[in-house]
Structures are given as structure tokens and as C-alpha cells.
């Protein structure tokens, strides 16, 4: 499987394309949808030797191919485990050979576990955007989302009955309740539990005894808040003006924390003023906390602790750590997201101790 939600596979003239609902190691017919010279996009219109992996998709959306939000509900769980710790450990063994992968953790059920979504609605219908287009298909039930959230589902029709075609998000609270409105899904990790497990990875990297903390796209507080109940002393950087807000009023009011906002297009570069941190935390987005590098080396800290949803800027983000002075010390991906190709990895690194040679 690619990086994606396509398999890769070759053309009879020896093209690579990338194949929308084939599995690994089957013989498919294909529709090209574009072209672009040494490669193609192309689905499935026919299975001629159905791989062992493959499975009927649980959901008709999925199995009609309108929804691409599952694009990997064709293949068996065991399978999706394997192809996501694959893609991590080719990404290891191309930019630091010899690092330590561990086998990928799998907290979450496979369906039944999202707490957050975002719909779209138009004249009272609510569903999703068909794949690769902006139209809207209605939807009476999703079987990855958490129960109580499917259940919601009626609530949520109501309450954009009245207003122009959008979207509109609904987030599912651990006292039971499902808040719906624009900002109704703050950052966080879709299911509690993929959070839970990412926290304790995290946690546990960071020293017994209370450090300072300096923790980079602090987002809504999934590891601040955690970090500061174990009496760590955290200064917290956020790009976001309302999350930073929302930071401050969520965060315990301890005199051990404060909240910075971070300028994503140059990096922290206020970092200079932290020299003595101990440790570094940052959950970057997509495309990674590259402009930060230096500044992280720049703290001190003996720990850094990176937490990312995108492997191909992880691992170019630990290189630089490495040139930096860092070692990484282990790599750990969780399936956070099941029934698609994307997966969070937590790296563990550690400053590089001198020895000297007389």
C-alpha cells in the first residue's frame, strides 16, 4: 500500500498506479481517471484474484465507493496493522538505518470509535462529501462513529435545519453529551482511547520527577494538561489565537504553566529564552515543525519527545534532530485511525552524550 488510501501496482506497460480499493497481492481491473506520464490514478472496476486480505467493507458507502473517508475498510484489521508499521520502518530504514521501531500499537476497536466529526449539510440532508468531489450524500448511520455519537445523528439534522448549506462539526463528551456547532470539535485525537494511549507514550518518556517542559503546537492541551497534573512545569506554544485562549481557561491555573503563541511561519524563535529546559513535547500538523529544529536544540533539553501524524516529516524532522546532537531513541506507531492509512507515531529521542578520547 502507498502513503495513501491506494494500493501500488503496475500497468501492463509497466506504469505504476496507484489502484483506489485494490488490496496487496491481487489481480484487479481498473478504470484510469488521470494520467500523468510516468504514473496513474485509477480504480477498481472488477476483482479477478481477490487477495486473502480482502474483506467486504462493512459499510455500504464505503462499498459503493461514494464515501472515501474508510478507504481502508476493504482490508482485514491485521492486514491495515501490518501495511501502517511497514510504512514506518521503510521511512526508518531510509533516513536512520538501525533505529529502534517498535510494533505498532492497536488501543482502539475498529469501528465504533470516532468522538468528533465534521458533516456537511445541505437543505436538511447531513452526510458527507462524495470521494474526490464536493457533493453532498446523506447518510443514516456511520459505523465508525462511537455509538452515542451515531445516535446523535438526528440532533444534528435539527439543529442545521434553519441554516445555509456547510458544515458543521459534533463532539462527543465523556459525560455523555454531543455538542454540535461550528466549533463544536476542538483539536483532539478522534477517539479517547487513541488519546489515552498516545498521553501514557508520552508521560512515560519524560522523567519520574517533576522538569521543565517546553512543549511546542500545544493545540486544545492533550499532553499539557496531563503534564502538569504530574507536576511537570510546562511553557506551552500554540499558532492558534483561539486555542491559546481556550488553553489558558481549560489548563490547570497553576503558577508552572504559561501559554505562548507560536508564529508557525518562523518557528519559535523566543525559544532562545528557554536554555534550561529538560525536556521538548511538540504534536506538530502534517507538515511538521522543521523551522523549530534549531530553536529545540537550542533549550538544552536532554529529552525530546515528538508526536506526529505524518511519517514522511517525521522522519525528516529526526534527522535534524540527529544532525542536531539528538539520538532516537525509539519509535512507537499507534493505530489511531482505523479503516484508513493514517497512523501517529510517538519518537523518543535523547541528547547525545560527548565522549572524549584522550
Known amino acids: 500500500m502507498s502513503n495513501g488510501p491506494d494500493a501500488i501496482a503496475r500497468l501492463p506497460d509497466g506504469r505504476v498506479a496507484f489502484v483506489f480499493g485494490a488490496a496487496p497481492d491481487e489481480t484487479v481491473e481498473v478504470r484510469i481517471l488521470s494520467d500523468h506520464g510516468s504514473y496513474v490514478r485509477a480504480h477498481v472496476t472488477s476483482i479477478l484474484e481477490p487477495a486473502a ?4 467493507p462493512p459499510c455500504r458507502h ?3 465507493g461514494v464515501c472515501g473517508g474508510c478507504p481502508w475498510q476493504h482490508l482485514t484489521d491485521a492486514r491495515q496493522h501490518a501495511e501502517k508499521e511497514a510504512l514506518i ?9 538501525g533505529v529502534t521501531v517498535h510494533p505498532i500499537l ?3 476497536p475498529p469501528f465504533g470509535y470516532r468522538r468528533r466529526a465534521r458533516f456537511g449539510h445541505r437543505d436538511g440532508r447531513v452526510g458527507y462529501r462524495t470521494r474526490g468531489t464536493h457533493s453532498l450524500f446523506a447518510i443514516e448511520q456511520c459505523p465508525i462513529l462511537h455509538p452515542d455519537l451515531e445516535a446523535a445523528l438526528p440532533s444534528v439534522r435539527l439543529a442545521v435545519r434553519n441554516r445555509p448549506s456547510g458544515n458543521v462539526d459534533a463532539m462527543l463528551f ?3 453529551r454531543v455538542r454540535v456547532g461550528d466549533e ?7 477517539s479517547a482511547d487513541a488519546e489515552a494511549a498516545l498521553v501514557a507514550l508520552v508521560l512515560a518518556a519524560l522523567p519520574e520527577r517533576p522538569v521543565r517542559v517546553v512543549e511546542l503546537f500545544a493545540g486544545a492541551g492533550t ?4 503534564m502538569l497534573t504530574r507536576g511537570h512545569r510546562v511553557d506551552a506554544y500554540e499558532g492558534d489565537r483561539a486555542t491559546v485562549a481556550r488553553l489558558r481557561d481549560t489548563a490547570p491555573k497553576a503558577r508552572a504553566f504559561q501559554v505562548n503563541l507560536l508564529k508557525a511561519d518562523r518557528g519559535p524563535t523566543d525559544l532562545l529564552h528557554f536554555g534550561d529546559a529538560d525536556c521538548v513535547v511538540l504534536d ?4 511538521g515543525a522543521l523551522p523549530c529544529i534549531d530553536a529545540i536544540a537550542r533549550t538544552g533539553a536532554q529529552t525530546v519527545i515528538y508526536v506526529s501524524c505524518d511519517p514522511m516529516t517525521l522522519f525528516r524532522d529526526l534527522k535534524g534532530l540527529t544532525a542536531a546532537g539528538y539520538d532516537v531513541e525509539s519509535v512507537q506507531p499507534v493505530d489511531a485511525f482505523p479503516q484508513t492509512p493514517h497512523v501517529e507515531t510517538v519518537a523518543v529521542c535523547r541528547r547525545r552524550v560527548a565522549t572524549l578520547q584522550g
Do not use: S
Not at 486480505?53 to 467486504?56: A, E, G, K, N, P
Not at 520502518?89 to 538505518?97: F, I, N, S
Not at 463544536?184 to 478522534?190: G, L, S
Open 89 to 97: 520502518r521503510r521511512e526508518a530504514a531510509r533516513h536512520l538505518p
Open 53 to 56: 486480505d480482502r474483506r467486504d
Open 284 to 287: 506538530p500538523p502534517r507538515a
Open 106 to 108: 492497536t488501543p482502539l
Open 174 to 176: 465523556p459525560d455523555g
Open 223 to 226: 499532553f499539557t494538561v496531563p
Open 184 to 190: 463544536a470539535a476542538p483539536f483532539a485525537q478522534p
Open 62 to 64: 464505503a462499498r459503493d
